[in-house]
Nanobody, 118 residues
Framework: QVQLVESGGGLVQPGGSLNLSCAAS????????MGWYRQAPGKQRELVAN???????SYADSAKGRFTISRDNTKNTVYLQMNSLKPEDTAVYYC????????????WGQGTQVTVSS
């Protein structure tokens, strides 16, 4: 089992910044992917960005140029630096983990609310 604990959400004005953190614990496999998804009211959960244990990253088009994902493998922690936030970024952000070997099993954090509003 893997546990994911997120922090860093909140209320921010348009154009502002937030930094999300997610710490993983438990049975962490060395080769893995950690990332962030988000779900706005009435919409499906969507990938925002992810990063594998080798440092390769992937971003949704909506996140490119504004968000930066990074990780600290020594702490099993992934970060999402969000800049130039827009009202449409408002959503619950979920941390995600899965290992790269074997059958994919997704683990999720409890979610952290990000609200962009003036």
């Amino acid at each position: 089992q893997v546990q994911l604990v997120e922090s860093g959400g909140g209320l921010v004005q348009p154009g502002g910044s937030l930094n999300l953190s997610c710490a993983a614990s438990g049975s962490i496999f060395r080769l893995n992917v950690m990332g962030w998804y988000r779900q706005a009211p009435g919409k499906q959960r969507e990938l925002v960005a992810n990063i594998n244990s080798g440092g390769d990253t992937s971003y949704a088009d909506s996140a490119k140029g504004r968000f930066t994902i990074s990780r600290d493998n020594t702490k099993n922690t992934v970060y999402l630096q969000m800049n130039s936030l827009k009202p449409e970024d408002t959503a619950v952000y979920y941390c995600n983990y899965y290992k790269l070997i074997g059958i994919r099993t997704d683990y999720w954090g409890q979610g952290t609310q990000v609200t962009v509003s003036s």
